[in-house]
Antibody, heavy 121, light 109 residues
Framework: QVQLVESGGGVAQPGGSLRLSCAAS????????MHWVRQAPGEGLEWVAVISSDGLYKYYGDSVKGRFTISRDNSKSTLYLQLNSLRAEDAAIYYC??????????????WGQGTLVTVSS | DIQMTQSPSSLSASVGDRVTITCRASQYISTYLNWYQQKPGKAPKVVIYAASSLQSGVPSRFSGTGSGTDFTLTISSLQPEDFATYYCQQSYSTPPSYTFGQGTRLEIK
């Protein structure tokens, strides 16, 4: 079955960096776009970034534009998110999600279990 | 940017009740609207996509309606496993920006 497993979360200092990974299995990874979504403690969901199946197209939410970079390695079935210039407000659980796009309809399905990023000095 | 507003923010109901959650978009989004269910400590999962299509494996007591700017998620007869937080999400924006609503927490009365 489709499985997404995030890793790489941890504690980073303000202004610091982290690299998150999302290992995919159970589907043809190179044929699907992928998303990152985050959720601050006790808060709602915030879409972070999307990357096309071939990695050519990338889009970001306004709050992370210029600081975060989404990428992928289709040979390793792995999605990445590079987090730079971290701020306190970037602290959250980061989820990866598969972009399911059929007949013009898009949904995020499924999601990984998430990885926690803490930003603290 | 398209803003998504859900109401109510929280809702108390009993097993067997019929409940409706509303989501309003700040501009026209056709039927590019999904609903997700999230239980504590778990990842979200889609329950309704394209405003009214039931995700495979989701019980038929869940239904969605709406188009344009106003949408509803209805649970016809609440079951214990339905108590969770529900989020709407638009996928209409170009360039892509997949905004979520702020969530509706459905609690046991």
């Amino acid at each position: 079955q489709v499985q997404l497993v995030e890793s790489g979360g941890g504690v980073a200092q303000p202004g610091g960096s982290l690299r998150l990974s999302c290992a995919a299995s159970g589907f043809n990874f190179g044929s699907f776009g992928m998303h990152w979504v985050r959720q601050a403690p006790g808060e709602g969901l915030e879409w972070v970034a999307v990357i096309s199946s071939d990695g050519l197209y990338k889009y970001y939410g306004d709050s992370v534009k210029g600081r975060f970079t989404i990428s992928r390695d289709n040979s390793k079935s792995t999605l990445y998110l590079q987090l730079n210039s971290l701020r306190a407000e970037d602290a959250a659980i980061y989820y990866c999600a598969k972009d399911t796009y059929i007949n013009g309809v898009r949904r995020f399905d499924p999601w990984g279990q998430g990885t926690l990023v803490t930003v603290s000095s | 940017d398209i803003q998504m507003t859900q109401s109510p923010s929280s809702l108390s109901a009993s097993v067997g009740d019929r409940v409706t959650i509303t989501c309003r978009a700040s501009q026209y989004i056709s039927t590019y609207l999904n609903w997700y269910q999230q239980k504590p400590g778990k990842a979200p999962k889609v329950v309704i996509y394209a405003a009214s299509s039931l995700q495979s494996g989701v019980p038929s007591r869940f239904s969605g309606t709406g188009s344009g700017t106003d949408f509803t998620l209805t649970i016809s007869s609440l079951q214990p496993e339905d108590f969770a937080t529900y989020y709407c999400q638009q996928s209409y924006s170009t360039p892509p920006s997949y905004t979520f609503g702020q969530g509706t927490r459905l609690e046991i009365k």
